[in-house]
């Protein structure tokens, strides 16, 4: 599903992103990637969603090779990956249903397409209910869920979350986590970057763990070992 081959992201003479890096995610797996800022895991995420290329080495991902993906190519790729992030990055002048449509719009779908999906993927994230709300009505938690929605509805074969309970509290964070534990048992492959040893130390599956660009544990069944 996803596969790096001796993968590096030189940003200049003296600063690197990964080094020589080697790993592969298969389809279903739920993997925690973790290290202190500045290790690699925002590079990591950008190289898999084709925001930045590599330097050096070959990336795969769902059948594609995207070490050198044209530009033209780069939005029929990501509509395999849904991406969430640590700011919701909600349209403000935008209801809920109109947020999460807006991905749909963007890409083409007809109204009718539209219409069946939307509810269903809000329903999944809980906020059927809310879908008329607007952003600045809604909770930190709830912000973050329509952000999740948003990124289903190509129903992506990959859910990258960078962060996603970063800004959100103990509960609101359990309730994210929840979601993307439900997400994952649709068979979608999670790919979770976080700093909180709790959410890793409670899932129980595979954590990756990066230090100085290149990876220094990687275990089936993980634990935040990070001081």
């Known amino acids: 599903?996803?596969?790096l081959k001796n993968v590096s992201k030189q940003y200049s003479k003296d600063s690197a992103g990964l080094k020589n890096i080697s790993l592969h995610i298969g389809a279903g797996e739920f993997v925690s990637i973790v290290g202190q800022s500045g290790t690699g895991k925002t590079t990591l995420?950008?190289?898999?969603?084709?925001?930045?290329?590599?330097?050096t080495g070959e990336i795969e991902i769902g059948g594609w090779n995207i070490t050198d993906l044209s530009e033209s190519d780069v939005p029929f790729f990501r509509r395999q990956i849904g991406v969430i992030f640590q700011d919701f990055r909600l349209l403000p002048q935008k209801t809920v249903?109109?947020?999460?449509?807006?991905?749909?719009?963007v890409a083409g779908e007809p109204p009718h397409r539209i219409a069946d999906i939307v509810p269903r993927v809000l329903?999944?994230?809980?906020?059927?209910?809310?879908?008329?709300?607007?952003?600045?009505?809604?909770?930190?938690?709830e912000q973050q869920r329509v952000a999740i929605?948003?990124?289903?509805?190509?129903?992506?074969?990959?859910?990258?979350?960078?962060?996603?309970?970063?800004?959100?509290?103990a509960i609101n964070t359990q309730e994210i986590v929840e979601i993307l534990k439900k997400i994952h048992e649709f068979g979608?492959?999670?790919l979770l970057v976080t700093h909180n040893k709790d959410i890793v130390n409670q899932l129980q599956e595979r954590v990756i763990t990066l230090h100085d660009g290149v990876i220094v544990s990687d275990e089936t069944r993980g634990r935040y070992r990070l001081q």
């Open 97 to 105: 249903h109109e947020n999460v449509a807006f991905a749909l719009e």
């Open 45 to 55: 995420v950008k190289l898999i969603i084709a925001e930045e290329q590599p330097t």
């Open 188 to 190: 979608t492959t999670v």
């Open 1 to 3: 599903m996803i596969t």
């Open 123 to 141: 329903d999944v994230v809980g906020l059927k209910q809310k879908m008329d709300r607007y952003p600045t009505q809604l909770s930190g938690g």
């Open 149 to 169: 929605a948003r990124a289903l509805v190509h129903r992506p074969k990959i859910l990258v979350a960078d962060e996603p309970t970063g800004n959100l509290d």
